[in-house]
Nanobody, 114 residues
Framework: QVQLAESGGGLVQAGGSLRLSCAAS????????MGWYRQAPGERRDLVAS???????NYAHSVKGRFTISRDNAKKTVYLQMDSLKPEDTAVYYC????????WGQGTQVTVSS
């Protein structure tokens, strides 16, 4: 059973940083492409960063140069370092496989104040 547990969100001022973590289980993490997604109120859930099993990364235009995705296969954990945060980054952040599995974790709320 796929389980995903996000953590690390919070309230931060614009320009600040946060580091999100996602502990995964129930599948062979080391061969899975992983992604971070976000969903703002009234908006769809969008992929913002992804990382292949080989470590290649890709970012949405809106976060490129500010966010960094990484993974630790030994810990079955994927991270999202978020720097230079903007109010428009406010959303619930989720991790999942890329493309996503049908079940999702609870997400972690990120709120950026202006």
């Amino acid at each position: 059973q796929v389980q995903l547990a996000e953590s690390g969100g919070g309230l931060v001022q614009a320009g600040g940083s946060l580091r999100l973590s996602c502990a995964a289980s129930g599948f062979i993490f080391s061969i899975a492409a992983m992604g971070w997604y976000r969903q703002a109120p009234g908006e769809r859930r969008d992929l913002v960063a992804s990382i292949t099993r080989g470590g290649s990364t890709n970012y949405a235009h809106s976060v490129k140069g500010r966010f960094t995705i990484s993974r630790d296969n030994a810990k079955k954990t994927v991270y999202l370092q978020m720097d230079s945060l903007k109010p428009e980054d406010t959303a619930v952040y989720y991790c999942n496989l890329d493309p996503p599995f049908r079940s999702w974790g609870q997400g972690t709320q990120v709120t950026v104040s202006s």
